[in-house]
């Protein structure tokens, strides 16, 4: 945020990020949040396949943790039980689960709670294969078009490529879990992603929308196989309260 305030050529670009910064040292001193919407807790497990869970549900575990957590962190309770009925469970569960089984025996917990704002601004789109690397940008740089100030920028931009049309749109919320600013270790999508930071940084939307060329601080890229007739590709927007926690058991 220091660095991007450092370039913003805007003097209100330059305002708003200050006051973002300070907005982000109050809530670290004082231990209060970021921002009044605390997320939508998702959960990415790494389960070592000679793991053993015992004593009780490995979920319902995972639920009790967010139960307990939201609690006493004094968090918005945000979560609604029925999409079309809307009432609020009352205390943030369930939480979104992913769980791969990798080798080892260890147990590695990401939590990320993601925002509604920046949720929405999302998007999947099932591209041909013709439509190749330029199909990719145009679709990724509209999507951010689109959402204008809605995700609150400065955003980060999760992107993913392949697999199906739920794998894509994993791929593109693993992205947002990367350490800001690292890239890819292909090459070619190290260079994809710098081309999009910079067509995104164009668009002019800026800080909070109100102009500037700091929209994005960065654009993570990840990739996977997919099928002969297809180019799934998800974009997953993060506001710049990029918050996620790791701990290996």
Do not use: W
Request: hydrophobic letters at 40%; glycine letters at 10%; aromatic letters at 4%.
């Amino acid at each position: 945020m220091q660095k991007a305030c450092k370039r913003e050529t805007s003097s209100i670009g330059r305002d708003i990020i200050q006051q973002l910064i300070m907005n982000a040292n109050i809530a670290s001193t004082e231990q209060v949040p970021i921002c009044q919407d605390t997320g939508f807790t998702v959960v990415f497990v790494e389960l070592g396949q000679d793991v053993h869970i015992v004593g009780g549900d490995f979920c319902e575990a995972i639920n009790e943790g967010v139960r307990k957590g939201y609690a006493e962190g004094y968090l918005r309770n945000s979560i609604v039980s029925h999409p079309i009925l809307r009432k609020n469970t009352g205390d943030n569960t369930p939480a979104v689960i992913h769980t791969k089984i990798v080798p080892g025996d260890n147990l590695r917990l990401i939590v990320a709670p993601k925002g509604g704002g920046s949720e929405n601004m999302s998007a999947v789109k099932m591209l041909k294969p013709s439509d190749g690397i330029e199909g990719i940008k145009k679709f990724v740089v509209e999507v951010v078009r689109a959402a204008g100030p809605n995700p609150c920028p400065p955003v980060i931009v999760g992107v993913g490529i392949g697999g199906t049309f739920e794998k894509a749109a994993q791929l593109s919320k693993e992205a947002l879990l990367r350490n800001l600013g690292e890239k890819s270790k292909y090459q070619d999508i190290a260079r994809l992603e710098e081309d999009l930071c910079k067509e995104i940084n164009k668009l002019g939307i800026g800080p909070q929308g109100l102009g500037g060329r700091t929209t994005a601080l960065a654009v993570h890229v990840e990739i996977f196989a997919t099928h002969i007739a297809s180019l799934p590709v998800a974009v997953n927007i993060n506001c710049h309260a990029a918050r996620h926690k790791e701990a290996i058991l």
